[in-house]
């Protein structure tokens, strides 16, 4: 597995991908940042850190998932009833 996956997803499904992950176990790392604008969510569940990120005036936003066991966490955020298609770090 790469060390980063990333998911271009619509803005929309973000709030209900931080529900899902926090009924997983995953809490936030930070609380929610703003940096030049965009919001980011830092969420982590022992060695896996998922970066939810979303940009005023986009429609497109990006999950990032990293560490030690993303495998875990690519495999529940594809099990969810949302079309996600995985990009490697590679790919962008």
């Keep these: 597995m790469a060390d ?8 929309e499904l973000l709030p209900c991908i931080e529900a899902a992950l926090a009924a997983n176990g995953y809490v936030d790392a930070e609380s929610s940042l703003r940096e030049n604008d965009n919001n980011l969510v830092v969420m982590r569940c022992g ?10 005036g986009s429609d497109v936003a990006d999950i990032e998932v990293w560490g030690a066991a993303a495998c875990a966490a690519v495999q529940f955020l594809e099990s969810l009833p949302f079309a996600l298609t995985r990009r490697t770090c590679a790919e962008h």
Excluded: G
């Excluded at 980063?4 to 803005?11: A, D, G, I, Q, S």
């Excluded at 060695?47 to 005023?56: D, F, H, Y």
């Design 4 to 11: 980063l996956v990333r998911y271009p997803c619509p803005c």
């Design 47 to 56: 060695a896996v850190q998922v970066l939810l990120a979303s940009s005023p």
